[in-house]
């Protein structure tokens, strides 16, 4: 699985756009990028996940880069609600092996 | 019913004691999967089991006995824990699908704490 780097921490302020980066620059050409979140007290809850176009659903977007070594998932409108950990995953479809990073703790503020 | 449900919600248990904890799902899922999460980090797998049969052990000690007795139901069994193995205990459940992504639905999670 290739290995992912994300930010430690983010803010964002509620009714704007989370934008959360992750960095996959050793993403092989069938590894999939995934994204889970764990609301605090809760196990992890999947997102959204794409290979090389962008993806939209309803509750996230993905925007992949075209060398595909990084990507953003975008919350449109984040609420309080949003507040999380945040996982990108690079790995190969199906595996039922997740390899979970240290994650974004994003904090939707007032 | 799109549910992972684990009992007991809280364990506490002595290195010498026995225990088991429960996951269930009623989703029709044919892949079941037991993570352990310390404090601040992120899940990391234990085991996985497709159609009932251990497919993934990464390398967990033989203290941890996983079992899956019929497709909604997962076991992992204790035995002889150190205070180490305190920890949440997450269950997850997915299809087994070559065609579309599985996604993974996790359970609450049991909360261990082993004196």
């Given at each position: 699985d290739a290995k992912t780097t994300q930010p430690t921490s983010m803010d964002c302020a509620e009714g704007r756009a989370?934008?959360?980066?992750?960095?996959?620059?050793?993403?092989?050409?069938?590894?999939?990028?995934?994204?889970?979140?764990?609301?605090?007290?809760?196990?992890?809850?999947?997102?959204?996940?794409?290979?090389?176009?962008?993806?939209?659903?309803?509750m996230a977007s993905l925007i992949i880069?075209?060398?595909?070594?990084?990507?953003?998932?975008?919350?449109?409108?984040?609420?309080?609600?949003?507040t999380a950990v945040y996982y990108c995953i690079a790995c190969l479809r199906n595996t039922g092996k997740l390899i979970f990073g240290q994650g974004t703790t994003l904090q939707v503020k007032p | 019913d799109t549910e992972v449900t684990q009992t007991p919600k809280h364990l506490v248990m002595g290195m010498t004691n026995k225990k088991s904890l429960k996951?269930?799902?009623?989703?029709?899922?044919?892949?079941?999967?037991?993570?352990?999460?310390?404090?601040?980090?992120?899940?990391?797998?234990?085991?996985?089991?497709?159609?009932?049969?251990?497919?993934?052990?990464?390398?967990?000690?033989?203290?941890?006995?996983?079992?899956?007795?019929?497709?909604?139901?997962?076991?992992l069994h204790l035995h002889a824990l150190q205070p180490e193995d305190s920890a949440l205990y997450l269950c997850a459940s997915s299809q087994v699908d070559l065609i579309t992504y599985n996604e993974q639905f996790f359970g609450p999670g049991t909360r261990l704490t082993v004196l």
């Amino acid at each position: 699985d290739a290995k992912t780097t994300q930010p430690t921490s983010m803010d964002c302020a509620e009714g704007r756009a989370a934008n959360l980066p992750c960095n996959h620059s050793t993403i092989s050409g069938n590894e999939y990028v995934y994204w889970y979140r764990q609301i605090h007290s809760q196990g992890p809850q999947y997102i959204i996940h794409g290979l090389k176009n962008n993806e939209t659903n309803e509750m996230a977007s993905l925007i992949i880069t075209e060398d595909r070594k990084s990507s953003t998932l975008i919350l449109p409108h984040a609420t309080l609600r949003d507040t999380a950990v945040y996982y990108c995953i690079a790995c190969l479809r199906n595996t039922g092996k997740l390899i979970f990073g240290q994650g974004t703790t994003l904090q939707v503020k007032p | 019913d799109t549910e992972v449900t684990q009992t007991p919600k809280h364990l506490v248990m002595g290195m010498t004691n026995k225990k088991s904890l429960k996951c269930e799902q009623h989703m029709g899922h044919r892949a079941m999967y037991w993570y352990k999460q310390k404090a601040k980090k992120p899940p990391e797998l234990m085991f996985v089991y497709s159609y009932e049969k251990l497919s993934i052990n990464e390398s967990v000690p033989s203290r941890f006995s996983p079992e899956c007795p019929n497709s909604s139901l997962l076991n992992l069994h204790l035995h002889a824990l150190q205070p180490e193995d305190s920890a949440l205990y997450l269950c997850a459940s997915s299809q087994v699908d070559l065609i579309t992504y599985n996604e993974q639905f996790f359970g609450p999670g049991t909360r261990l704490t082993v004196l």
